[in-house]
């Protein structure tokens, strides 16, 4: 048994202890509070600075999420979404589309219009944009369309730097760093909170530059873009050394399609200094059909992408063009196989 002289307490001592208890207490408490807010604030900051708080909301919806955020601590979701399976509903179109675009940015603001959409619309098919952001190219996109085992009938490839040899940092990022899957998990995550806060209290978050991609279709939705527009421009000239790797690399990615030769359409986006000569000649070389509609007045709006305007025009002349080939592909009717083996006949000598 534990003596009871262990609990005695002298009266004075207690007092004392106690008057300064209720001195000392409140003044800790008001401290670690003070602290606390501080580190709040500090990361709420940090959060609207360099996070995903830094950018608008408004984009998103059902068939929507945030491809890509201009923000230091959060920057691009998209390939990671893509090539971890973390948005299903994207990798199911873009494994079932019947007509699949590849390509960079420029394939995505491109192609991302009414145009587009009302002329696949018209035809009741399905198509998907797996363009990706950085000048992503074919290191990426040839193991991505490998993970996703596409069924598409039709390949319309953006070649401009799609056969460039070099991996994008997010590329290589997802391919090769084994706590990417945790990253991109984190960053969707995020994009919960980022969508619950933001679309109830705007004045919490800023407006920076954001990407929204549809997982039905694969569309981009661009936000704030505020940069100076520059006119699209043409070079007819051939660099012979582009022209030489990119046939070559270019008859390899399309030997593991799994898709008829004679369906894959050759573009290239305008912009600035647009390379339609070394086009031209890979295309000859590879013996596929170019379709570059070369339209007055096109404009892009950062210098680099075409400003939503020209996208509209431009890709609704592409569809008056390649769309013969294209529904040619698409229709699996007996008269059309006989047509489409005379075309792949004809390329292929």
């Known amino acids: 048994m534990v003596p009871t002289e262990h609990f005695q307490i002298d009266p004075i001592t207690l007092t004392q202890r106690g008057s300064k208890g209720v001195v000392v207490a409140p003044r800790s408490g008001l401290y670690v509070l003070f602290v606390l807010a501080v580190v709040l604030g500090a990361g709420?900051?940090?959060l609207r600075t360099y996070g995903i708080f830094s950018c608008q909301a408004s984009g998103y919806s059902s068939d929507r999420y945030l491809s890509y955020c201009n923000a230091t601590s959060y920057g691009d979701y998209?390939?990671?979404?893509?090539?971890?399976g973390l948005e299903p509903a994207a990798n199911a179109a873009a494994a079932r589309a019947r007509v699949v675009f590849l390509g960079d940015s420029h394939t995505q603001f491109a192609f991302s219009s009414k145009a587009t959409a009302d002329w696949f619309s018209s035809l009741s098919e399905s198509y998907y944009l797996l363009g990706f952001s950085h000048q992503e190219n074919y290191t990426f996109e040839g193991p991505l369309l490998r993970r996703l085992q596409p069924k598409a009938k039709v390949y319309v490839i953006n070649i401009d730097s799609f056969f460039a040899r070099s991996e994008t940092a997010p590329g290589k990022t997802v391919m090769r760093d084994e706590s990417a899957r945790t990253l991109y998990e984190e960053k969707r995550k995020w994009q919960s909170i980022h969508k619950a806060v933001c679309t109830t209290f705007e004045a919490v978050c800023a407006h920076g530059e954001a990407i929204f991609r549809a997982r039905s279709t694969g569309a981009w939705l661009v936000s704030d873009n505020k940069f100076p527009n520059k006119p699209v421009s043409y070079d007819d000239d051939i660099d012979q050394n582009v022209l030489?790797?990119?046939?070559?690399?270019?008859?390899e990615f399309l030997a593991g399609l799994h898709a008829?030769?004679?369906?894959?359409?050759?573009?290239i986006v305008p912009t600035?200094?647009?390379?339609?000569?070394?086009?031209?000649?890979?295309?000859?070389?590879?013996g596929l059909n170019l379709v570059v509609p070369r339209l007055q007045g096109l404009v892009t709006f950062d210098q680099v992408h075409l400003d939503p305007k020209s996208a509209e025009r431009w890709s609704a002349a592409?569809?008056?063009?390649?769309?013969?080939?294209?529904r040619n592909c698409l229709d699996e009717s007996p008269e059309s196989r006989v047509a489409y083996m005379r075309r792949a006949s004809a390329v292929n000598h």
Do not use: N
């Open 260 to 267: 008829d030769r004679a369906c894959t359409i050759l573009t």
């Open 318 to 326: 592409f569809f008056e063009e390649a769309g013969p080939q294209i």
């Open 272 to 286: 600035v200094k647009t390379g339609i000569g070394t086009a031209k000649g890979i295309a000859r070389a590879m």
């Open 78 to 84: 998209d390939h990671g979404a893509i090539w971890f």
């Open 44 to 46: 709420a900051y940090s």
């Open 244 to 251: 030489a790797s990119y046939t070559t690399l270019g008859d």
